[in-house]
């Protein structure tokens, strides 16, 4: 069974840092590997999707790596704004087609 | 492109009322559309993949019975939780995924959820 954890579950950075967040999965048998921005009480709005045969997807600001063979993502933020504050989750897509989310990073940033 | 509106966005209603909960995609085709809960401070937890046309499957440990699912056009899938008890209140979120075939890596666009309160 799929399992998948963030790091750190939360953290909490001043506006300009340039921060990590972290992924991890147990089974490398993935078809891809979706990050995901959550505001309170909304539903999801996917940022950065890498496929199993890339190693990374950029968006602006933001950076994905994907090393499948290890099981690890991360997403990294450039310049952080307080417009970022979300929790992000991120969410493999398994050899049965569905998605396996984590519990998420709630990321908060100050101005 | 890709938009998912599920509705409504929020409900409160007293135990024993049955509850329907609409996903539509709203420019695309979905073959499969996916209903999740989550409960506060967790993650997304998959319930049942609906297929247009035939019916859905559960994952394990979610009833059948008390979370109705019909899927009859390519642009809609509802929900319906029978009898609801306080235990049931969370957030239900659906997805749909582009494209019209029922297996597919094709990625999931997300509605914004329901918040779910049983009194």
């Known amino acids: 069974k799929q399992e998948v954890t963030q790091i750190p579950a939360a953290l909490s950075v001043p506006e300009g840092e340039n921060l990590v967040l972290n992924c991890s999965f147990t089974?490398?048998?993935?078809?891809?590997l979706q990050w995901f921005r959550q505001d309170p009480g909304k539903g999801l709005t996917s940022l950065l999707l890498i496929q199993s045969s890339q190693r990374e997807q950029t968006s602006g600001r933001l950076n994905a790596s994907l090393d499948k063979s290890s099981g690890r993502s991360t997403l990294y933020i450039a310049a952080s704004q307080p417009g970022d504050s979300a929790t992000y989750l991120c969410?493999?897509?398994?050899?049965?087609?569905?998605?396996?989310f984590g519990k998420g990073t709630l990321l908060t940033v100050n101005p | 492109g890709a938009v998912v509106s599920q509705h409504p966005s929020r409900v409160i209603c007293k135990s024993g009322t049955s509850v329907k909960i609409e996903c539509r995609s709203l420019?695309?085709?979905?073959?499969?559309m996916f209903w999740y809960r989550q409960f506060p401070k967790q993650s997304l937890m998959l319930m049942a993949t609906?297929?247009?046309?035939?019916?859905?499957?559960?994952e394990q440990g979610v009833e059948k019975d008390k979370f109705l699912i019909n899927h009859a056009s390519l642009t809609l899938s509802t929900l319906t939780v029978t009898s609801a008890h306080p235990e049931d209140s969370s957030f239900y979120i659906c997805?749909?995924?582009?494209?019209?075939?029922?297996?597919?890596?094709?990625?999931?666009?997300f509605g914004d959820g329901t918040r779910l309160s049983i009194l």
């Open positions: 420019d695309f085709q979905a073959t499969t």
């Open positions: 089974d490398s048998a993935i078809y891809n």
């Open positions: 997805s749909a995924r582009v494209g019209t075939g029922v297996g597919s890596n094709q990625p999931q666009h």
């Open positions: 969410a493999v897509c398994g050899s049965n087609y569905k998605l396996t």
């Open positions: 609906s297929n247009e046309g035939s019916k859905a499957t559960y």
